[in-house]
């Protein structure tokens, strides 16, 4: 098992990103280091948010974000496409899943930003898609927040969850090396004439002299260059890692006449050269892709900076180097090869500050023979009798002495390269017209075709489609402009300017600007409404000032290294970072003075000391890779990796160990659980995974078209995907045949949706495409207004009822008001909550240097705090002269909690951490009761035996649902799921009739009706009771009328959190801190009318209107929804729970029992003893209502009875396809319905949610982490 990832941990890798150099010629990939954290905006926004914590802070699941701090710096020139400082987690655990996602651990791989790549996997929760292409060229490295969360089984996309989350990917745009480049620079301009005519002229790069960086073009298809018909296309054959990681990429440029080391118009990224002209005083360099820069020749010890391509020419006396923004240096030959007065230098070495470099070398001829990388490996360059690169070879993984053929290249009479063959030996071919090409055929066979008009170099591309009429786009060509037909018809107008669109129009008719200086730095972008960033720059091309489309600013200063020293950020929170005359971090101090500091040994991090002293150690092993961790506690992990730095096996600080395989590709085939459990993939020719088994699972997947997810099936059940033909999801098909439809405008928009069951929602949309009205079943609709940064500000129903939100300059959400309350935040300077203010009550929050809340106070009386040790983890919390502390395992996790009077409960774990015995100890030292756990593999909950009720077994279906339970009694509850999830009581699954969207229709007699948005509206049961549910325009309950006439009637605030419950005179009321409740209190009628009487306004909340007998305040497990104490009328009862955090038993101040209750397999109370409502509180996140037999999960109820929800998920697909279905196994996971709706207090507001864009240092391999700030949007944003 492996420490589970989580927000705000480090992410290092590298990217690529196209760069304009100084002088004329195309644009260059060059290398930039991703150093960045995992942070993604959206778990802490509405509708859309993460449910579980690590440490207290969000875990990371595949698909969360993370961000590039700083954000890339363009290195040795001018970024042609600005870049998206994005990542996203790639790969969890195909067995322990977050939130329907697989978890995500240490050492998976992370997509970060690229200019050429392929677009993220489709995540429900990445509504906007990436804005750039992405590879897994980064890892993830959780930094110890508290004791270690430790998560198994091998990495996957998904196993059980995959087709529906991958499904979504359909609602974006992003496409695997198919997309739109949306954005281009100002015309490049040559340096002098001199250096124009030597590009002209140059044997280095012929026909790349005018060539623009691919990042900054703007493609379309497969993919063409609209602006002047120009095909290219890349791949990446493979990856090393390393301090420096090698990259091997493929480039083709149509426009090329350039015979080198791959074939004719080939060129991989370290086939750079530089020609020297010592009459002209001159040097041209060919940089990646093929393209030419010219530079003015330096003597030893001069250097020349050019501001556009933001590098360094110089001369240190060995010879000619490039360096970049990354600190990284291109040393190249001193002993170059002459071409008549000219002479051709190869290039030597790529070297970092901290002396890790990649090195080549040479045979006879200047041709490549071999290269050794960062980490020390060498690989074999085998040429074939024209010098061409016919194999690359590298180190046997296992077997020393030996070696793997990593790629292999074979091509035709002509020159041009027909067949790339992998590892295994699959091969991706291409078919030529001459030198165009005419058919490209990946790894699974599906084949892209070209025509174009003319037969050389000039030619211009004017079809491109793919097998089965993919992507078949038709390019007209016109006086600068260009228009293209995509295959449905829908026609785009690119107006370009040196082979730069610096105007869009789209096929609505959105008109999309960018503007640029004169060095292709971006000045403005403006999408169809006129709205976005500005930047300005310092004179060496450092962005200085961002004004945000709002008018927030960040200022950002620069040191010598063009390395940010000292940033502003639009609330005026300071920051400011240090480093050593390498240019690595060594300290970062936040706007609250707090300071982080780094050491290095031989350039590598080996220690981090957070603001509260703790150290976290980092030790490597002989190719650099991270082989050990030690946590401030001192607990010690470790890692093992094979000759090609893949981890083949990983330690924690128990001893359990998980070993993986690999294939020669790299991919994972094995895994080895500690448990005993063996996972194993299968993938097809583009690295897709088909099948997926374990021992319980056996999953198998099929793709169309760009490796798009077209079915998933397991056990007989079987989810299909449908797409247009420009690959965008149209529908999902079910396991019961019924079908999910989008219908989408030509900007590839949903307008509008059908779900299973036929509603229909329909979406209008403004220019930008943002979402201004939903119109929705029966007729209601609701409209949104949004401000210049396209946070939402307004929605308003048709109902005339309406939420309002307000934000501060960084976008962080300040109020959300509605015509019950209005609910006012008060952040500090890094955005964390402090003060909440609900009407007229406080609460009020405080943190210790490390981020986490240490104490909660109210104006109701509240007063919690919090102690914690050296890793975050909570060792005591007391409220007044009650207390309760906890002991723990090595691994932060819990083995015993004392509470004021002597109450104990006691938990024994197994190797694995899981529970097995759970003890209960009244104040006297009595054993009240006693609970052991038997689990099976895959952490599979087998049976439960209870001293108070004896044993229960459970057992699940082929799918990993429970699918029953065996009582002490020996009877069985059956919770029998159909294909699609539908539960049933028997085992024949006979007795329940469910509709097309799994709403229930009839069970055991009782008649259910829904109302258009799928709300229930009356259960009829067979006795003839009916029970009326009323719903407001927000889709929230708001009234239920039982049998015997008395109403319940309920509000809600702006964020979704229960006001009040009335019924029969008596009103309820609650105070929340976050998302749980904080206090609670009765009214009776007299004090009704006696709020009435002092005005309508602040009475919900009136601190002196609460009667001081009757307000209980709730005590909860710091970030959790398990409830700790409940705290009444001058009396402390400690809450007791199980291994899930439902509440097994409450006890009075000497230890004495006053409460217990069981749950049955659908939640269900048992062997009650007191009142239901003494202790309301059932599985995590759920309150039960006694009035309506309903338990309230914040945006919607649930019926236990029934083990279902009387509502729609409301955020539909994205909570997956069954909407009203509780978890699959209860035993062990939970559904916490504030998931993907805002938190105002994100899971304890961890870390530093402060600066979008600065923080430590960039371009650098060993730069670990800062904690930067996003805008929390506020409600969420429709599809």
Known sequence: MNPAAKQFDIVMGVDIHLIQLPAPGPPVPIPHPFIGMVFDPMDFVPLLGATILVNGVPRAQAGTGAKDIPVHFPLGGTFIKPPGNEGEMFM????????????????????????????????????????????????????????????????????????????????????????????????????????????????????????????????????????????????????????????????????????????HGWFHPYDLALEVHPPEGAVVARLPEGRLAAFPLPEAGGRFFDRKEKLTLFNDGTGLCLRDGDLLTYRFRPDGVAAGATTVHALESIEDANGYAIRFSYGRGNVLSGITDSAGRELRVIPDERGRIAQIQAPHPELAGEWIVLQAYRYDEWGNLVEAADALGQPATYAYQGHLLTRETNR??????????????????????????????????????????????????????????????????????????????????????????????DDRGNPVLTIAPDGATTQVSFNDLDLPVRAVDPVGGAWAWQYDEKGNLTERTDPLGRQTAYRYQGGLPVE????????????????????????????????????????????????????????GLGRVTEV?????????????????VIRATDAHHDVRFEYAGMDRLKARTEHGTRVEFRYDAEERLTGIVNEHGFAYRFALDANGEVVE????????????????????????????????????????????????????????????????????????????????????????????????????????????????????????????????????????????????????????????RDRLGRPVKQETFTGGGFRERTRTYGWGLDDRLQQIDDSSRGLTRFGHDPLGNLAWSENPDGSVLYRMPDAVGNLFRTKERSDRKYGPAGQLLQAGGTRYDYDEEGNLVRKTEGNGKVWHYAWNAAGMLGRVVRPDGEAVSF???????????TFRGRTTRWVWDGNTPLHEWTETPNLMGQQARQGAAGAATNGGSVPDGDLVTWLFEPESFAPLAKLVGGRSYGIVTDHLGTPLSMHGDTGEAVWSADLNCYGQVLNLRGKAEDCPFRYPGQYED??????????????????????????????????????????????????GHVSIRPKNDPGDIKLKEWASKRGQPNDLTDQVKEAVVGKTKCP
């Open 672 to 688: 080895q659980e500690p448990d005993g459990n063996v996972r194993r993939l299968r993938y097809d020719g583009e690295g897709n």
């Open 753 to 908: 949706e059908q779900g299973f069951d036929g509603l229909r929602r329909v979406y209008l949309r403004d220019a930008a495409g943002r979402v201004t009205q939903v119109q929705r079943p029966g007729g209601l609709t609701s409209r949104y207004a949004h401000d210049p940064a396209g946070r939402v500000l307004q929605i308003r129903h048709s109902d005339g009822t309406e939420e309002r939100f307000a934000y501060r300059e960084d976008g962080e959400l300040t109020e959300a008001a509605n015509a019950h309350l209005t609910v006012t935040l008060e952040r500090d300077l890094l955005g964390r909550v402090v003060g909440e203010r609900q009407g007229d009550v406080a609460v009020e929050s405080a943190y210790d240097p490390l981020g986490l809340r240490t104490s909660v106070r109210s104006s109701l009386g509240a007063d919690f705090g919090f102690v914690r040790n050296l890793m975050g983890d909570v060792s005591r919390v007391s409220a007044g002269a009650w207390g309760v502390g906890f002991r723990r395992d090595d691994l932060g996790r819990e083995l015993e909690r004392e509470f004021s009077g002597g109450l104990r409960s006691r938990w024994s």
């Open 608 to 663: 981090i000391t957070n603001p509260a002293g703790g150290k976290t150690v980092l030790g490597y092993d002989a190719q650099r890779n991270l082989k050990m961790l030690v946590t401030p506690d001192g607990l010690v992990s470790w890692w093992r990796y094979d000759a090609l730095g893949r981890c083949t096996e990983a330690v924690d600080p128990k001893g359990n160990a998980q070993r993986r395989k690999f294939d």
């Open 1051 to 1061: 509000t809600y605030d702006a964020l979704g959190r229960r006001l009040s419950k």
């Open 92 to 263: 969890g655990s195909t067995t322990v899943l977050a939130e329907d996602e697989p978890f995500t651990y240490m050492s998976l791989p992370v997509l970060s930003c690229h200019d050429i790549g392929m677009p993220p996997p489709p995540r429900p929760k990445n509504t906007d898609g990436s804005k750039t292409m992405m590879l897994p060229t980064s890892l993830v490295l959780p930094i110890p927040m508290g004791r270690p969360v430790l998560v198994g089984g091998p990495p996957t996309i998904s196993l059980t969850g995959l087709a529906m989350k991958l499904g979504l990917a359909g609602l974006g745009k992003g496409l695997k090396k198919f997309r739109e480049f949306q954005k281009g620079s100002d015309r490049m301009a040559g340096l002098s004439k001199k250096l124009r005519g030597l590009v002209d002229k140059t044997p280095l790069s012929p026909g790349a002299k005018d060539r623009l960086k691919s990042v900054v073009c703007t493609l379309t298809g497969h993919p063409v260059n609209v602006a002047d018909g120009t095909v290219l296309t890349s791949v990446v054959d493979f990856e090393l890692p390393g301090p420096i990681p090698l990259r091997w990429e493929r480039f083709w440029f149509s426009d090329s006449t350039y015979g080198g080391p791959l074939g």
């Open 1186 to 1235: 006694v009035e309506t037999g309903l338990y309230y999960n914040r945006f919607r109820y649930y019926d236990a009875k029934e083990g279902m929800y009387v509502s729609q998920d409301p955020i539909r697909l994205v909570g997956g396809v069954r909407f009203y279905a509780f978890v699959n196994n209860p035993l062990v996971a939970v559904k916490n319905d504030a998931e």
């Open 444 to 537: 699974n066979g599906l084949s892209f075709y070209f025509q174009y008009h003319g037969d050389d170099e000039k030619a211009r591309c004017f079809r491109t489609w793919g097998d089965g009429g993919i992507y078949d786009h038709k390019l007209r060509y016109y006086d600068g402009f260009t228009v293209v037909e995509n295959s449905l018809g829908h026609r785009t107008t690119y107006s370009h300017e040196g082979g730069l669109v610096l105007k869009t129009v789209d096929p609505n008719g959105g008109v999309t600007l960018t503007t640029y200086n004169e060095y292709n730095e971006l000045l403005s972008e403006k999408d169809p409404l006129g709205f976005g960033p500005a930047y300005e720059y």
